[in-house]
């Protein structure tokens, strides 16, 4: 192996390595934000059940 096959081998090596960084913070980042977004329904969920509730205790809603 000469001094250009070691040099191209150590930036594809760095090259794969800084990849699969990102790769690793795209998908950390996508599983917080699932998660921000899935508690954000469930609250929502749960807010509109509290007016439908009353609602139904008054006998409006059915």
Do not use: C, K, W
């Not at 000469?2 to 794969?16: I, K, P, V």
């Amino acid at each position: 192996m000469n001094y250009l096959d070691s040099t191209q081998y150590e930036y594809e090596a760095n090259l794969s390595q800084h990849e699969d960084a990102d790769f690793v913070e795209e998908t950390r980042s996508y599983y917080d934000n699932s998660a921000l977004r899935d508690s954000a329904a469930a609250m929502v969920a749960q807010a509109n059940l509290m007016p439908n509730r009353v609602l139904n205790l008054l006998g409006i809603f059915s």
